[in-house]
């Protein structure tokens, strides 16, 4: 994770727009290889759940990815979590 050492309400705009868009690449880069749960992007990343949450649901909406049926099972309890996946690829 890409960090200025600024609180975001003090970074700079430009700054802030270069984080949120390395962000967002690193997330699709990792979605290319195929469905994943927000929570296991969260770990990749190393971003908050929030931030996830945020960036997910932006991406989504721009209709780059979507939120599959298909239910994963993430972490050390094994709890299923909805799949996200590339938009651009035709998966069941």
Known sequence: MIQSGLPQSRMPVHNSRYL?????????????RGPVARSELAFETGLTRAAMTRIVGDLIEEGLLVESG???ECGRAQTPHRAIRSASRQQA
């Open 70 to 72: 298909r239910l994963l």
């Open 20 to 32: 949120k868009a390395s962000n967002r690449r690193r997330i699709l880069r990792l979605i290319r």
